[in-house]
């Protein structure tokens, strides 16, 4: 899934990190999770408690890290005779799922251009409100547990972003149609990797969260600079929710006031770090933050060696990539660090 700051390149790097500094843990928490992949990457050999203020990224979670198989649907088998959810809803027609109220159709009423929008074709978010409503049926009549309802919504969601008809993020749509978005929407299938663990994922503040778990290793990506997460990826969000929202403008945004992060506020991301560091109940921290973020290094190494063991500081730096100044006469470079300190 396209997300920013989505780590993907650097989960080598991250590993190496815990290798050198950790070498006997057996848990590590992911406390801004986003898409879930430093979890799902970790989840090999540790431990994972996994957390995020928005709720799409916790749907990802319960979908992949507190399952710790796939889910076999055996009621929905015996009732409905449907062997693999996944592949049912990728093999029907649209005419098949033209019996869906128009009522329910949210993602068609919305962001589709029968709603006057253009995230996604009107037969593809015919296709994300059939699946979608579909899923929460099965729910509410018993025939799919929870650990199945969620695991099918992340499968839901994360299809979404291969149809979509934008540059990563939902702030805005193309007034054009993207290649991308003459595919047919499919419901994605996640792999699941099984630990046999008390896995256990979180939809919380992560300031406060820390004040109630501890283990081993803890990993920070907070986000870095002033935009704020949700009405980036808002469409994900009702997806996950499915909760018929209203929505306002151009864009079709969602309202938000209670998932604004600190971290993306100049005024308040150094607080609000000094908190997270104070609360972390974990022997071992690791920070991920690029150079061109809110704070500064000289910020984080102070918050960190204020709550650190004296001498276990340390910076590992990773240049990620060029880009030219406006003028083109510079070429300046941005590094991805990721800091460790012993707490």
């Avoid at 979404?160 to 929407?185: I, L």
Wanted: proline letters at 3%.
């Amino acid at each position: 899934m396209r997300f920013i700051g989505c780590k993907t390149l650097l989960l080598d790097n991250i590993k190496a990190v815990i290798d050198e500094k950790a070498p006997d843990a057996k848990s590590l928490c992911d406390i801004f999770s986003g898409t879930a992949t430093v979890a799902r990457f970790f989840k090999r050999w540790y431990e994972i408690y996994s957390n995020d203020l928005l709720y799409f990224s916790y749907v990802l979670q319960k979908g992949t890290i507190e399952n710790d198989c796939v889910p076999e649907f055996e009621v929905l088998r015996s009732s409905l005779s449907i062997q693999d959810p996944i592949d049912y809803f990728n093999s029907m027609s649209n005419s098949d799922m033209e019996v869906l109220e128009q009522k329910r159709r949210f993602f068609q009423n919305t962001y589709a251009p029968a709603g006057g929008r253009m995230y996604v074709t009107d037969e593809n978010a015919l296709r994300i409100d059939f699946a979608r409503n579909t899923v929460e049926d099965w729910y509410k009549n018993g025939l799919i547990s929870e650990d199945e309802y969620f695991y099918l919504v992340a499968c839901i969601v994360e299809g979404v972003p291969f149809v979509s008809n934008t540059s990563g993020t939902y702030g805005a749509f193309h007034k054009e149609w993207e290649r991308r978005s003459y595919k047919k929407y499919e419901v994605y299938r996640l792999d699941i990797t099984t630990n046999g663990k008390n896995n256990k994922s979180y939809n919380c503040d992560g300031v406060e969260l820390l004040r109630h778990i501890g283990g081993d290793v803890l990993y920070i990506d907070p986000p870095y600079n002033g935009r704020q997460y949700l009405p980036n990826y808002h469409v994900l969000e009702t997806a996950a929710k499915y909760d018929f929202p209203e929505v306002c403008g151009v864009t079709g945004q969602r309202q938000y006031e209670n998932q604004k992060s600190d971290f993306c506020l100049k005024t308040k991301a150094v607080p609000a770090f000094d908190e997270l560091i104070k609360n972390a109940q974990f022997k071992h921290i690791i920070l991920s933050y690029s150079t061109d973020g809110l704070m500064s290094v000289s910020e984080i190494e102070e918050v960190m060696k204020k709550y650190g063991k004296e001498g276990t500081f340390k910076i590992y730096e990773i240049p990620y990539r060029r880009y030219k100044s406006r003028n083109a006469t510079l070429t300046d470079q941005l590094k991805e660090l990721l800091v460790y300190v012993e707490k």
